[in-house]
Structure formats: structure tokens, C-alpha cells
């Protein structure tokens, strides 16, 4: 009769554990241009204005957690606001202090993050599935400017994770009954 405790135990975990918090993870891909200069031979005509507009595209990995799965604004403050874990591996973005906000809106977030030093903004919209990235480290503007889209990361659900459980549980259930079958009475 241990197996109803143990589903129960497992189903109250997997419930406690999806309402605490929601985490999300996306795949960024974007394209655009940046400036380049020196090197390669071309200097801006002037201190503000593009050095050798170049192609380029950026793929990174976007990841947070949020502290309820209710919508509403979530803050984002050098590590002491509502969302936790956030890591977007852009520019100077995962070494800096960022600040901005996710909001959720029937589940979907969309999100500004700015760097302390105003250097470097990233914008996105799981709505829209779309996001942006532009950098300007104060020479030869504007450093770059990306726009692209945003894709899921696929992760095991809580009900994936609960079914592995449960089979898990169950493949112990006969190992055990297939001993206890084979054990010679004394």
C-alpha cells in the first residue's frame, strides 16, 4: 500500500513546484549590423556617425525565472528585483548590472533589459515572437543594431517529469514482486 503515498507525495511536489514559480527559456537569433573600424582600413568620417557598416547575426540563449505564474510587471534590478536567474548571453550583458522589467500577459512575457551604463538594450515580445539587441559603447554610432526572432527552448514539463516518476516507480514495483517471487521459502 505504499504506492498511493508515494503517487500522492509526488503529485502534491509536482503542483507545489508549478505554482512557485515559472521559469522560461528561449533561443534568440537575430540579424543586423554593427560598426567596425581601424583594422580594416575604413575610418568613420566623423566621431559620431557609423564606421564600415558590417552583416551580422547573433544567436544567443535567453533564460528567467519569475517569482509567481500570475500576470502582472516583474522587475528586474541588479539582482534585487522579482525575476531571479535572468541570463541573456548578448554583448556585455551577462557580466553587467541590468535593470528593466518582464511583464506577463496571458502567460507570454515581453521584456526590456537595459545595461547600467545605458551601452547595450535588449528588447522581446514572446508574443509577437520577436526580439531586438543594440549596443553603443560610445564610439562611432551606433554600434550595433540586431532584430530577430525568439523560439522556444523545449524543457520536461512537470507532467513529463511526474510520468518518468510514476514509471520509474512502477519498474521498482516489479523488480521488487520479481525478488520476492524468486526468494525460496524457509
Known sequence: MRSPRWLAATGLLAMGAAAHAEHF????????????GGPEGCGAPGFDQPACPQPGTLTALLSFDTPGTADGAY??????????D??????????????????????APNGIVTAADQSEQFIFDWATRSASFTYNYGYHDANGNFTGTLSLVPEPGAALMLSMALAGMGWRQRARSA???TTPAS
Open 25 to 36: 527559456q528561449y533561443r534568440v537569433d537575430l540579424s543586423g549590423t554593427y560598426s567596425v
Open 75 to 84: 522587475l528586474i534590478a541588479d539582482g534585487s528585483g522579482d525575476i531571479t
Open 86 to 107: 535572468f541570463t541573456v548571453d548578448l554583448g556585455n550583458l551577462t557580466q553587467d548590472s541590468l535593470f528593466g522589467g518582464v511583464n506577463l500577459v496571458d502567460g
Open 179 to 181: 525478488r520476492r517471487s
